[in-house]
């Protein structure tokens, strides 16, 4: 993919700043990269979000013998795209068409799947054999962080006085819960498993499944058991959410097919923080 032509009002020229001699694009095939200009009107690198356009590292230049033709050369006069046509965008796979929109990883891929972390290259406008974007070459997009989660599997009864931590809070198996955070030991393997998702998620009925004064889990929710396995997850995305604790602590849980498949969450699914938008 390489930028190809733009209209009149979507390109500008301007100097390479002598700071930017040697820098190698950051997406297509890292031969363009986006751009800004500093207060002497000079073309330095963007930082994210501040981006005024693109240029094409390779702009009046032929294929060198150490493959170094994609670097900028400080005091070149460089053309700024805001608006351009792309060629070869045909070749990619999916094949690009109108309303799509393309993402740059640091590795200077560019696709339709953002990722945490990703550079917003533009909008297609047009499909076909020639790809018309708008490049306005800024923005880190906005990933919905993940939520961490872990696995707590049951697979054979609970016995009373049985000990687990998740978060902050340690939770004790009885055949009469006396204190907050103390479930109810059920009539069989299935009624525990229902007691101990209602008792971390503070659902269900108090004083039957779990002692009144619980409340839920600040940290973590419950899903429903799917046969022997409740995926437990963070309430808010991000890393921070791999250090949740997930663990036997106490008594323990006195079946060895009954634990959590780590000690702290993520293992299930790991925790990745949102990008901010800009």
């Known amino acids: ?25 950051t997406w297509g095939e890292a031969d363009m990269l986006c751009v800004s200009l500093n207060t002497s009107g000079e073309i330095i690198a963007s930082e994210i ?12 230049r032929k294929p060198l013998s150490d493959g170094t033709e994609n670097q900028v050369i400080g005091g070149k006069k460089y053309t700024v795209f805001t608006f351009a046509e792309l060629v070869e965008a045909e070749t990619s796979t999916p094949a690009l068409v109108a309303a799509d929109h393309l993402y740059a990883s ?3 891929i ?17 499909g076909g054999s020639r790809i018309i974007v708008n490049l306005r070459g800024r923005g880190a997009i906005t990933v919905a962080g993940v939520q961490a989660q872990g696995t707590l599997t049951i697979a054979e009864p609970i016995t009373t006085t049985d000990q687990f931590t998740i978060g902050d809070i340690e939770y004790t198996m009885l055949t009469t819960p006396i ?9 069989d393997e299935a009624a525990s498993k229902v007691n101990i998702v209602a008792a971390i998620n503070a659902s269900g009925t108090p004083g039957t499944e779990y002692f009144a004064g619980t409340l839920a889990n600040p940290l973590v929710s419950a899903a429903t058991f799917a046969g022997d396995d409740c995926v437990l997850t963070a309430r808010l995305a991000g890393t921070a959410g791999n250090s949740i604790v997930s663990a036997e602590t ?24 949102q990008v901010p938008a800009v």
């Open 49 to 60: 979000g501040t981006g005024m356009g693109v240029i094409w590292t390779k702009e009046g």
């Open 106 to 108: 640091a590795n200077g």
């Open 110 to 126: 560019v696709d339709l799947t953002p990722a945490v972390g990703d550079v917003y290259v533009g909008s297609v406008l047009s």
């Open 1 to 25: 993919m390489r930028i190809d032509q733009a209209p009149e009002g979507g390109k500008f020229r301007a100097v390479a700043a002598s700071a930017l001699d040697g820098q190698v694009g």
């Open 179 to 187: 204190a907050a955070y103390d479930i109810a030991l059920g009539a």
């Open 250 to 273: 106490g008594n323990e849980l006195t079946h060895a097919s009954n634990v959590f498949d780590a000690t702290t969450l993520g293992t299930t699914t790991a925790g990745v923080d």
